[in-house]
């Protein structure tokens, strides 16, 4: 019996120096190397280290050093400094279930590339680590961050598991190509509900603080979001650059204010941006209110060739449609304000009134087609109830008809100047009446025009302007029907024969001063040039009594003298 029981204890000992023995050895270099081999052959990862290092004072921790850790045939999930794994009574039922895992120094890449992994801990914690999480819907790299994961149970598809609590911060981080500092992050994880009671960071020389949840369908509710003195240059066109806004199945805004804050793009701009907005969701291309409010303004509002300064909106939504309290501008030298509806039903905008006072204002060298190109499918409609314009000068520099109008008043009342998505005058009266006018080279005083429509006839009842020494004065009708049919009537007393000339009838053979009659037809289609269209008749007597009468047919003059028709007309309107 004693032999029996001094071989137990040598056996025992034996035992006790080889733990010791291996204890020891492990902690080497090639210990390391050993262990890490062993669980590369024997799993699906790939794991290297330097050294294991394990403390009497703190027992139930391993520390790693220099470690890289990854799926086989995947880059490294992990590269980092020091791995420190604590452990607990739980290895012995769950040896891949660590109590805690803390990287220190070093890069963690998440993707679905890297999961799922067998590892779990019920804390992960990041220290001085830089996180990427690329081939995902958030393009996203961060460094220094600090924080941690608990509990962590990746799972397929979803690196940081289906429920935890989330705290990190982040010295440095880019989301989408936006780059951030000090970025905070506080929030919860529970299954494909995500809620973020705080996040904070310095964006663009200023400070977004905010609170956001994301519903399991994926939608997201900002509850509230401040953005402070952002100063954010974007490559992107303004339609790009709110794109991001469209990839979420819904977007529910319950506050969002924006105080100081510029913004520019290749081709817009807006300066000194002051925004104050309210239960607003936005959701597959159109939006919903129950009772939200809009308030902005700014010192600049650049959109290619539109620029506005100092404008200022507040505006009300509601299930009906928006209600837009004000609206007002500077804008080319002069003041823009109006009011009015937009209405979900029929998708029309109806402005109560609108006001135009002392614009010095170049139309675009293309206004012709834009005046032509549709609007886009959310504004079918455009009425204006009361329009009013007061000392505006207007420029057409068009080389083959150049026109001005100086200290241009207007007035109208039901104007329907849009429908069916073309622009156009389909209903209402108006008239414009200016103190000066130049016409091709020809100058006038006091022209003036008046005109009422309906759903069939454009009719203009008055068309006058005095010349140097005479006046002139018209009434025409055009058309709503799809030929666009125009009518002409005009007479001048006492003006210079040569006057039709410049704008586009062949010279006549008498000369001086003298009354003239002008009867004309055409078609204004948009796909359809005007000339060959034209027939009308003129006769003309100057002050020695000569008379003249000439006759168009299809845009040429008989006996000889032909040329080019009036381009002087209205602008031709779309077909509804």
């Known amino acids: 019996m004693k032999f029996l029981g001094k071989l137990i204890a040598w056996v025992l000992i034996a035992v006790l120096v080889v733990i010791i023995a291996f204890y020891f050895l492990v902690q080497t270099r090639w210990g390391a190397k050993q262990v890490s081999g062993w669980i590369s052959d024997n799993s699906d990862y790939q794991l290297t280290f330097d050294a294991i290092d394990h403390r009497f004072s703190s027992p139930s921790h391993i520390l790693l050093k220099n470690v890289t850790f990854g799926r086989d045939g995947k880059p490294a999930t992990l590269d980092a400094k020091t791995v420190d794994i604590g452990l607990s ?5 769950d040896p891949l279930h660590a109590d805690a895992i803390i990287l220190q120094d070093g890069t963690l890449n998440l993707s679905p590339a890297t999961a799922p992994l067998a590892i779990r801990a019920d804390r992960l914690q990041l220290i001085n680590m830089a996180f990427n999480s690329p081939e995902t819907g958030w393009d996203l790299s961060a460094q220094r961050v600090t924080g941690g994961v608990s509990p962590w149970l990746p799972e397929a598809g ?9 705290m990190m911060s982040a010295g440095s981080l880019t989301l989408n190509g936006v780059p951030a500092s000090n970025v905070l992050i506080q929030g919860s994880i529970d299954h494909n509900n995500v809620n973020l009671s705080t996040i904070g960071a310095d964006l663009a020389r200023g400070s977004l603080t905010g609170t956001a949840r994301r519903n399991a369908d994926g939608g997201w509710i ?5 953005m402070n003195d952002i100063r954010l240059q974007s490559d992107k066109t303004l339609a790009d650059f709110f794109a991001p806004l469209t990839t979420v199945p819904s977007l529910q805004i319950n506050r969002l204010d924006v105080t100081d804050a510029q913004l520019q793009g290749p081709d817009w701009a807006i300066i000194d941006l002051d925004l104050s ?6 959701s597959k291309q159109d939006w919903q209110s129950q009772g939200g409010k809009l308030s902005m303004n700014a010192s600049e509002f650049i959109y ?18 928006v209600a837009l309290r004000q609206f007002t501008s500077r804008w080319e030298g002069g003041m823009i304000r109006t009011s009015g509806n937009w209405l979900r039903d029929g998708k029309t905008l109806v402005l109560d009134d609108f006001a135009l006072a002392g614009l010095e204002y170049t139309l675009p060298p ?14 079918q409609g455009v009425t204006i109830n009361r329009l009013n314009a007061s000392r505006n000068l207007v420029i057409d520099i068009d080389p083959a008809f150049p026109w001005q109008l100086t200290a241009l008043d207007g007035y109208g009342s039901y104007l329907q100047v849009a429908k069916n998505r073309q ?7 108006g008239g414009l009446n200016a103190a000066a006018g130049t016409f091709n080279r020809v100058d006038v005083r006091r022209p003036s025009i008046k005109l009422n429509a309906n759903a069939s006839t454009v009719n203009i009842s008055e068309l006058s302007a005095f010349t140097e020494k005479g006046l002139l004065e018209a009434t025409a009708t055009v058309s709503q029907l799809p030929q666009r049919q125009l009518n002409v009537s005009l007479n001048g007393r006492g003006v210079p024969l040569t006057i039709l000339q410049q704008w586009g009838w062949p010279a006549l053979p008498i000369s001086g001063d003298g009354n003239v009659q002008l009867t004309a037809s055409g078609t204004l289609q948009a796909d359809a040039p005007l000339k060959p269209s034209v027939n009308g008749q003129l006769r003309a007597v100057n002050m020695s009594k000569q008379q003249v009468t000439q006759t168009m047919r299809g845009g040429v003059v008989s006996g000889g003298n032909e040329g080019s028709v009036p381009v002087v007309s209205p602008s031709p309107q779309p077909s509804p």
């Open 89 to 93: 009574s739980r290895q012995f039922t």
């Open 158 to 166: 979803n690196v940081l598991g289906s429920k935890a609590d989330i």
């Open 222 to 226: 900002v509850d509230s979001l401040q």
């Open 277 to 282: 907005l309210r239960d607003l969701t936005l």
């Open 304 to 321: 290619g060739s539109l620029h506005l300064n100092d404008p200022i909106l507040n505006a009300e939504f509601s299930p009906q449609g």
């Open 366 to 379: 293309n206004w012709k087609q834009l005046w032509m190109t549709q609007l886009p499918p959310w504004l």
């Open 423 to 429: 622009w156009g005058i389909w209903g209402g009266a």
